[in-house]
């Protein structure tokens, strides 16, 4: 599954791949040497799918999200191999007026800091009606101020703010975390983009705010057939609302597969280790199971499998050789417990 | 028979806004809680933004005065206008804060900032670095952090060395306001393990803050359910896990993630308190003609359950919970 070819007689499989990322390596050059932020990263996202990200603090999750978008800060981040195909044109190869012209109305991105999607000298309203007119130009209609204020409150009132026309008229810092978020996300799909990349949407919502958002992404998912990257480190959320899942740590992805399955029979050790850390039980219940150690310091990466050192099913072929993201049932898991080389 | 650590009751704490040539307006952040915590349970504090949560730690370390109710200390009632009660207030309780990179002063290296809490304490110079020992792996960190900067650590880290700041003068009460919201999975989860050991070690009781049900569910004894200032719920996790009365409660719990309802039949909707009656009439599904006049009392469902709600008015009314 490399270069999509916009030939629809090509199998069918291939035309319904929107985006897919082959072969992406990322290096984090500073003074102090460089860092391999993405190492090999190969996924692909069918039209209409949504597809979770899942994985701790340094995975590389993040960084994906902006590579996909063409948000990279080059320096310091370098691109060291690899093609990010959107609708058969790799990104890439493209200079940053093409890419303008993609990004916004083509694909779009929900930033984990909110703050930094919103210009902090104009009223939120101005922003996000701003969004529509630019829409408008892009798809050559005419600019109808009115409508687009209603949709717009639409839109507010649907993502549970419940004095949409109040916050029109305010600035950003009058806001609280959870309400710019939530004006974020309104700016990002305002345009109805083929792709949403959403980074750590839910952080720091409220569980009620939590569960209409998803709702709202499922709908938008459905009614309007935005395919969808949901990036996070929660697993349960990410198996609520996505479809299939890749598990990131260290820059790798360690498994893939349904998201249904990814819950209920995780492959990966590390997958096995995210899902018990969720507590479940009540105040006599037993200690969390999970491995030792802190998220992996990219600086120092152990030898082998990278999450070998907290491992508990550890080989001695763990510590020597790096696994292969090999073929396990309809998923992808990256395990010498899974490999069948490992003899 | 157990001991009470800590009693609120009827505590209001009002903040006023404007004035001169805007509006005046009161936010009634706090607005008639009363609670208990006996020696050695960890009260769950369930609510989201806005609820008054933040407020009611703020409050039992001394950063806020409330505006009416008493808070009693092992007994001894706490007078807010008097320095040297409110110091007795805050020898006995910590606190550790939501974001562990903001309550750490990144100029001082973590044993400094471990030190200043003795320093407050009055604790004699020549017996901190040996309480500083005792402590640190207690939280579960290496002795080498001791020599870094709060920006060389991770935020599990972070938020052990909060732990450790709050703890290296025995306390009896830990005030824990989202202490592992900022933190991955897997750490969370380690944080969580060692709050639970360091709880029976060090003899604490806990007032356990957070959004997260889940973390509540397993941390708690007791939980109580704010909305908007008021309280709708307060009863043993398990009850208000499994039987949720107060309709606000039950459509927490339906937000659970392990909760069997597919997403879609999820129970949501837009929040706002009213002000007159019951505060979640404006939403209630199960809205009556009284609950928009009166504020229902506290009625006792079962021994280990009251809840605020006009629908359980067969029970007897119940004034300590």
Redesign the interface.
Known sequence: MSLVSQNSELGEHDSQTLLSVNHLTVDYVSLDGHVRVLNDVSLAVKSGEVVGIVG??GSGKTTLGLAILGLLDTPPATIRTGEIVFEGKNLLKLSQNELAQIRGAQMSIVLQESVEALNPVYKVGFQLLEAFEAISKHEKTRYDPTNARNQVLKLLEEL?I?QPEAVLEKYPHEL?G?MRKRVAIAMAIIQRPKLLVLDEPTTGL???????L??LL?QLNQKYKVTMIIIT?????AT??CDRIYVMYAGRILEEGDAKRVLKLPLHPYTK??VS???????D?P??????G??PDLKRLPNGCKFNPRCPNKMKICEEKEPQLVQHGRGLVRCWLYDDKNT | MTTKILEVNDLRVHFRLGGFWGKRAVIRAVDGISFFVNEGE?LGVAG??GSGKSTIAKVLVGLYKPTSGTVKLMGEVINFRDGNSVAKLRENVGIVFQDPTSSLNPRLKVREIIREALVAAGVERSLHEERIRHIVPLVGLRPSVLDAYPRQL????KQRVSLARALVVPKKLLILDEPTSSL???????V??TL?ELKKELKLSYLFIS?????L?????RILVLFYGKMVEIGS??KI?TEPKHPYTQ??VS?L??SPQP??E?L?????PSFTGCVYSRICPFVMEECRTTHPPFYKVSDDQFVACHLFKKFPKAFDF
Do not use: W
Not at chain 1, 206 to 212: I, P
Not at chain 1, 233 to 237: E, G, I, N, S
Not at chain 2, 268 to 272: A, L, P, S
């Open positions: 701790e603090s549970c419940s609280s959870g409220d569980a009620y705010v939590q569960s209409r998803l709702k499922k480190h929660d697993l349960p959320l609520n609302i280790a995210l850390a969720v507590p479940t039980g009540f105040e219940a200690p969390l199971q999970v491995p030792p802190e998220p | 960890t989201e933004t991770s935020g599990g880290e991955d999975v897997s750490v969370q989860a380690q969580l393990n639970k959004h997260d049900l889940n973390v569910k397993y941390m708690s004894t996790a398990r896990v459509e927490l937000n993630l392990d997403l879609s999820r949501v909707m837009e929040h706002q």
